[in-house]
């Protein structure tokens, strides 16, 4: 055991009691064991590289090159995306992509190139590769993004899984972000992350690698152009980033580096290539378009680990109310499980649920349940018999029943990598639905089992379905949180074909935003907690999953009221705007921080329900086109090189800048704009921007500067959609879209456009059709004259 063991040893009994982190330390050694026994030992390896050329075979969208040691595909398909895999990998099977295989492009072909390489020429990029099997990507015009070396494979000499490792090269001004939800980031500096969704043990801060949410996916933006690349394999690796740096005027620039050493699965890779809005609209058309919420959990949600009965959630939501505070939904944790097993009801304290959920939606809030994987393993459990009716269950190399230790005690855990276990799962949400819930957070499922020393989660050495491939938890631990979120998206359109299902879950893997969202999991609270919530939304958009947010105020302590105004306002713009809290950290609800915090409160809360026709808007346009709510501020213009070092402000949608405070006594913040005319929409003073400007940042707001020429839909003093245009610098045009609100069922509204330009002297806002220009259908309100 080492210093880190220990000390989640000690977290393991702190959080779940003497008893509990007893077992925990029974199924550490267990789960010790387990592994020495069931998992191949690793004698002696050979290493392999691909060796030389020897043919080609050209196929239309590619072909297959023939090396000494090793064959490697390339494919381009029909969207612009590069396929290429080692020893004969295909796409698929991928727990990634969506539905049908991409279809390959008949224009392109592999063809000679110089000193015996190859090459295919697309539209969006051109891939070389050397005789010795290093792949360049380049621009259309021949600028190198990236050069893989020839990999390297280490198989044992007993037969089983290869390592690998792959090595590229990136321009020296390139940066790197992505790989999941990353607490230290958005911008990913010199370091190695692992790919291992991992429960941090407790709240986490800018420090802690790795979290629940990690993807093998980068997005690398340099002068030259914007890449994503993806190592498509589920299996525990880690990627070892470091910047490159230009010479100074010497001439000799060091290029930036990136190494992934993957355990074991296929060496296959795909790269994007465009512009950041292209880039991302390609990749949800490979990994899935991202899932809509319903309206209201695009409003402000409160939940806590805590609530005692069904008459503190009634208390709360009438504190609320009577306090003029708008409130869409509130969550119930585990304490109203009976046992603290998932879908049951503990009667003593929530008498009715199904009564509390009808009061509380007659108010507009909705009810939303969480939900853990692990299943009590004790006999007259209706989850759990019918569970072993079936053989859902994970179980050990041996073929024995495999038990964790989490919140019920001792448990086991669906086997999420099988259809038939999810049709099961998913039918169990009918439970959920009858009692009165609206939505579901998925929580624990990375999985976890609580863990004196090790990793805490399942046996590598446990044995998967994976989808009738079979296997063990070395492959398929990264995906458990997906399939599992999977199981819930599908049973519930079954259940209720008439209404979106809302999902996010804790943990998830690439395509995870075709099921939901996600969220930070456990954030300290505490200022560095804070600066790292915004990494989390920031990263995990540019991976493909746009709805997620942190707990605001943290999760594990009392944060000071300036803290909590801080955090509420950073809230406010994010995708998913969510206070909660330990039943041990305090309580959440803005009165409990004073008359000035409630006010403060008042107006953070009332400008998020103002802006929730735009965030629907948003929520839409991410289903089309791929782009995140929440965006970095070189979003727009990824060549200037001082935007894409700007950590501390993002874009929410394309019209406005939100620049939150992430530090304690701040009263006035430098803001670096990207280029053009913004507003301070507090104030109306107007900033030119490229530059670095500075604003005022009083208690009582954050800076949130408009671009000039934006038209968004807002609510009105009425409750109706009106458009608020902000005015286009002189002699310029710009506009605006909307998406209205076709409720929370599957009609998608048509996407309505306007222009606003000037017109003899004055801000003209218009619709922009094909049949031309016409009133809009909503009053208009012009600001920045």
């Given at each position: 055991?080492?210093?880190?063991?220990?000390?989640?040893?000690?977290?393991?009994?702190?959080?779940?009691?003497?008893?509990?982190?007893?077992?925990?330390?029974r199924a550490s050694w267990r789960h010790r064991r387990a592994d020495s026994v069931g998992l191949p030992r690793r004698g002696p390896e050979r290493a392999r590289v691909p060796g030389c050329v020897v043919g080609a075979d050209p196929e239309p969208g590619?072909?297959?090159?023939?090396?000494?040691?090793?064959?490697?595909?390339?494919?381009?398909?029909?969207?612009?995306?590069?396929?290429?895999?080692?020893?004969?990998?295909?796409?698929?099977?991928?727990?990634?992509?969506?539905?049908?295989?991409?279809?390959?492009?008949?224009?392109?072909?592999?063809?000679?190139?110089?000193?015996?390489?190859?090459?295919?020429?697309?539209?969006?990029?051109?891939?070389?590769?050397?005789?010795?099997?290093?792949?360049?990507?380049?621009?259309?015009?021949?600028?190198?993004?990236?050069?893989?070396?020839?990999?390297?494979?280490?198989?044992?000499?007993?037969?089983?899984?290869?390592?690998?490792?792959?090595?590229?090269?990136?321009?020296?001004?390139?940066?790197?972000?992505?790989?999941?939800?990353?607490?230290?980031?958005?911008?990913?500096?010199?370091?190695?992350?692992?790919?291992?969704?991992?429960?941090?043990?407790?709240?986490?801060?800018?420090?802690?690698?790795?979290?629940?949410?990690?993807?093998?996916?980068?997005?690398?933006?340099?002068?030259?152009?914007?890449?994503?690349?993806?190592?498509?394999?589920?299996?525990?690796?880690?990627?070892?980033?470091?910047?490159?740096?230009?010479?100074?005027?010497?001439?000799?620039?060091?290029?930036?580096?990136?190494?992934?050493?993957?355990?074991?699965?296929?060496?296959?890779?795909?790269?994007?290539?465009?512009?950041?809005?292209?880039?991302?609209?390609?990749?949800?058309?490979?990994?899935?378009?991202?899932?809509?919420?319903?309206?209201?959990?695009?409003?402000?949600?409160?939940?806590?680990?805590?609530?005692?009965?069904?008459?503190?959630?009634?208390?709360?939501?009438?504190?609320?109310?009577?306090?003029?505070?708008?409130?869409?939904?509130?969550?119930?944790?585990?304490?109203?499980?009976?046992?603290?097993?998932?879908?049951?009801?503990?009667?003593?304290?929530?008498?009715?649920?199904?009564?509390?959920?009808?009061?509380?939606?007659?108010?507009?809030?909705?009810?939303?349940?969480?939900?853990?994987?692990?299943?009590?393993?004790?006999?007259?459990?209706?989850?759990?018999?019918?569970?072993?009716?079936?053989?859902?269950?994970?179980?050990?190399?041996?073929?024995?029943?495999l038990h964790g230790v989490v919140w019920a005690g001792e448990s086991v855990y669906p086997d999420f990598t099988a259809e038939r276990v999810r049709k099961w799962w998913g039918g169990l949400y009918e439970e959920r639905l009858t009692q009165g819930f609206?939505?579901?957070?998925?929580?624990?499922?990375?999985?976890?089992?609580?863990?004196?020393?090790?990793?805490?989660?399942?046996?590598?050495?446990?044995?998967?379905?994976?989808?009738?491939?079979?296997?063990?938890?070395?492959?398929?631990?990264?995906?458990?949180?997906?399939?599992?979120?999977?199981?819930?998206?599908?049973?519930?359109?079954?259940?209720?074909?008439?209404?979106?299902?809302?999902?996010?879950?804790?943990?998830?893997?690439?395509?995870?935003?075709?099921?939901?969202?996600?969220?930070?999991?456990?954030?300290?609270?505490?200022?560095?907690?804070?600066?790292?919530?915004?990494?989390?939304?920031?990263?995990?958009?540019?991976?493909?999953?746009?709805?997620?947010?942190?707990?605001?105020?943290?999760?594990?302590?009392?944060?000071?009221?300036?803290?909590?105004?801080?955090?509420?306002?950073?809230?406010?713009?994010?995708?998913?705007?969510?206070?909660?809290?330990?039943?041990?950290?305090?309580?959440?609800?803005?009165?409990?921080?004073?008359?000035?915090?409630?006010?403060?409160?008042?107006?953070?809360?009332?400008?998020?329900?103002?802006?929730?026709?735009?965030?629907?808007?948003?929520?839409?346009?991410?289903?089309?086109?791929?782009?995140?709510?929440?965006?970095?501020?070189?979003?727009?213009?990824?060549?200037?090189?001082?935007?894409?070092?700007?950590?501390?402000?993002?874009?929410?949608?394309?019209?406005?800048?939100?620049?939150?405070?992430?530090?304690?006594?701040?009263?006035?913040?430098?803001?670096?704009?990207?280029?053009?005319?913004?507003?301070?929409?507090?104030?109306?003073?107007?900033?030119?921007?490229?530059?670095?400007?500075?604003?005022?940042?009083?208690?009582?707001?954050?800076?949130?500067?408009?671009?000039?020429?934006?038209?968004?839909?807002?609510?009105?003093?009425?409750?109706?959609?009106?458009?608020?245009?902000?005015?286009?610098?002189?002699?310029?045009?710009?506009?605006?879209?909307?998406?209205?609100?076709?409720?929370?069922?599957?009609?998608?509204?048509?996407?309505?456009?306007?222009?606003?330009?000037?017109?003899?002297?004055?801000?003209?806002?218009?619709?922009?059709?094909?049949?031309?220009?016409?009133?809009?259908?909503?009053?208009?309100?012009?600001?920045?004259?």
């Amino acid at each position: 055991m080492n210093g880190r063991d220990l000390v989640r040893s000690v977290k393991a009994v702190s959080q779940v009691g003497a008893a509990q982190g007893l077992r925990a330390v029974r199924a550490s050694w267990r789960h010790r064991r387990a592994d020495s026994v069931g998992l191949p030992r690793r004698g002696p390896e050979r290493a392999r590289v691909p060796g030389c050329v020897v043919g080609a075979d050209p196929e239309p969208g590619g072909g297959v090159l023939r090396f000494e040691r090793s064959r490697l595909r390339i494919t381009v398909t029909v969207s612009g995306a590069v396929f290429w895999g080692w020893d004969g990998a295909e796409p698929e099977p991928s727990y990634a992509l969506a539905g049908v295989r991409p279809e390959a492009d008949p224009r392109t072909v592999l063809e000679p190139d110089k000193d015996g390489g190859w090459r295919v020429v697309a539209e969006r990029v051109t891939l070389a590769v050397s005789r010795h099997g290093a792949v360049e990507v380049c621009t259309p015009g021949g600028v190198v993004l990236r050069r893989d070396l020839p990999p390297r494979w280490w198989e044992p000499q007993d037969g089983g899984e290869a390592r690998w490792v792959q090595r590229s090269e990136v321009a020296a001004d390139a940066r790197f972000f992505g790989l999941g939800g990353r607490a230290s980031g958005p911008r990913l500096r010199e370091g190695t992350y692992r790919l291992w969704n991992t429960d941090p043990g407790g709240s986490f801060g800018p420090g802690d690698d790795p979290l629940s949410v990690t993807m093998p996916v980068q997005m690398v933006v340099a002068d030259a152009g914007t890449h994503l690349v993806f190592h498509d394999s589920t299996w525990d690796g880690v990627v070892s980033l470091r910047e490159g740096r230009e010479g100074a005027g010497s001439g000799h620039d060091r290029s930036g580096a990136c190494e992934v050493r993957m355990e074991g699965g296929p060496l296959r890779c795909w790269v994007v290539v465009g512009t950041p809005a292209r880039v991302l609209h390609t990749w949800a058309q490979l990994t899935g378009a991202p899932a809509v919420p319903p309206s209201w959990a695009l409003g402000y949600q409160h939940a806590r680990w805590g609530f005692g009965s069904d008459k503190e959630v009634r208390r709360v939501a009438a504190g609320y109310k009577e306090r003029d505070l708008p409130l869409d939904a509130v969550h119930l944790d585990i304490d109203h499980y009976a046992a603290r097993q998932v879908f049951t009801v503990d009667h003593h304290r929530f008498a009715s649920l199904p009564r509390l959920a009808e009061e509380l939606r007659g108010a507009g809030v909705r009810l939303v349940s969480i939900v853990d994987p692990a299943v009590k393993a004790e006999r007259g459990n209706a989850v759990y018999d019918g569970g072993q009716a079936i053989d859902a269950f994970v179980r050990n190399a041996s073929g024995g029943s495999l038990h964790g230790v989490v919140w019920a005690g001792e448990s086991v855990y669906p086997d999420f990598t099988a259809e038939r276990v999810r049709k099961w799962w998913g039918g169990l949400y009918e439970e959920r639905l009858t009692q009165g819930f609206s939505g579901f957070w998925h929580d624990m499922n990375e999985p976890v089992s609580f863990a004196a020393f090790g990793d805490p989660t399942l046996p590598r050495s446990a044995r998967h379905a994976l989808e009738g491939r079979g296997g063990d938890h070395r492959e398929a631990h990264n995906v458990y949180g997906l399939c599992m979120t999977q199981a819930a998206y599908e049973g519930l359109r079954e259940l209720q074909p008439q209404e979106r299902p809302f999902l996010f879950s804790r943990s998830g893997w690439v395509g995870m935003q075709r099921y939901g969202g996600t969220w930070s999991g456990d954030v300290a609270t505490g200022w560095p907690g804070l600066r790292a919530s915004l990494s989390l939304v920031v990263g995990l958009g540019l991976c493909g999953v746009p709805y997620s947010g942190p707990d605001v105020g943290g999760f594990d302590g009392v944060p000071s009221a300036e803290l909590y105004v801080r955090w509420l306002q950073l809230g406010a713009y994010l995708p998913l705007f969510r206070t909660h809290s330990a039943r041990y950290a305090g309580r959440r609800e803005p009165w409990e921080f004073g008359d000035e915090v409630l006010g403060h409160a008042r107006v953070v809360l009332h400008e998020r329900r103002r802006l929730r026709p735009y965030l629907v808007t948003l929520a839409h346009l991410a289903r089309r086109t791929g782009a995140p709510y929440v965006r970095p501020v070189w979003w727009g213009s990824p060549e200037e090189r001082d935007l894409r070092d700007c950590e501390d402000a993002f874009l929410l949608g394309d019209s406005l800048l939100v620049a939150p405070v992430l530090e304690p006594g701040v009263g006035r913040r430098s803001v670096r704009l990207p280029r053009g005319r913004w507003y301070d929409t507090a104030t109306g003073e107007v900033f030119e921007g490229p530059g670095r400007v500075t604003v005022d940042a009083p208690l009582s707001r954050i800076p949130v500067l408009a671009r000039a020429g934006s038209v968004l839909p807002v609510l009105g003093e009425t409750g109706e959609i009106e458009l608020e245009a902000w005015a286009p610098e002189p002699g310029r045009s710009g506009g605006g879209c909307v998406v209205p609100d076709a409720g929370d069922g599957w009609d998608e509204a048509e996407v309505e456009r306007y222009r606003v330009r000037w017109n003899d002297g004055r801000v003209v806002v218009e619709a922009d059709g094909e049949d031309g220009g016409g009133e809009p259908p909503y009053p208009v309100r012009v600001r920045g004259l």
